[in-house]
Nanobody, 119 residues
Framework: QVQLVESGGGLVQAGASRRLSCVAS????????MGWFRQAPGKEREFVAT????????YYADSVKGRFTISRDNAKNTVYLQMNSLKPTDTAVYYC????????????WGQGTLVTVAS
C-alpha cells in the first residue's frame, strides 16, 4: 500500500504562484509514476501533470503547460507542483496520485488540497 498526503493549498490572487507538495509513504519502491489531477466545482476530475518516479520524465496538460512544473525528490518521497501565473480557472481541489508499473490506472490517491484563485 501507498499513502499520499497533499499540502500547500489555499487562497491566492490571480497571477501569483503556489507550490503543492505530496508526500508518499508505505511501499514507495513500487511506484512507477506520480501525477497531479484537479477537480473544479461542478466539473469532472482532470489530468494536470505526471512525473516518472525513477527517470523524472514529465508530461503536462495543455492548459497548464508553461505555467506549472512537476518535480520529485526521491530522497524525501515527495512530489511537487509549482504553479505560476495562476488563473481563476485553476481553482480546484488538487489531488496527488500514484501509479504502479505496467498499469494505466492510478492505484493510490491523496485526500486533495483546495486551491482557490481570486480574480
Amino acid at each position: 500500500q501507498v499513502q499520499l498526503v497533499e499540502s500547500g493549498g489555499g487562497l491566492v490572487q490571480a497571477g501569483a504562484s503556489r507550490r503543492l507538495s505530496c508526500v508518499a509513504s508505505g511501499r514507495t519502491s513500487n511506484i512507477h509514476t506520480m501525477g497531479w489531477f484537479r477537480q473544479a466545482p461542478g466539473k469532472e476530475r482532470e489530468f494536470v501533470a505526471t512525473v516518472s518516479w525513477s527517470g523524472g520524465s514529465t508530461y503536462y496538460a495543455d492548459s497548464v503547460k508553461g505555467r506549472f512544473t512537476i518535480s520529485r525528490d526521491n530522497a524525501k518521497n515527495t512530489v511537487y507542483l509549482q504553479m505560476n501565473s495562476l488563473k481563476p480557472t485553476d481553482t480546484a481541489v488538487y489531488y496527488c496520485a500514484a501509479q504502479l508499473p505496467f498499469t494505466t490506472n492510478w492505484q493510490y490517491w491523496g485526500q486533495g488540497t483546495l486551491v482557490t484563485v481570486a480574480s
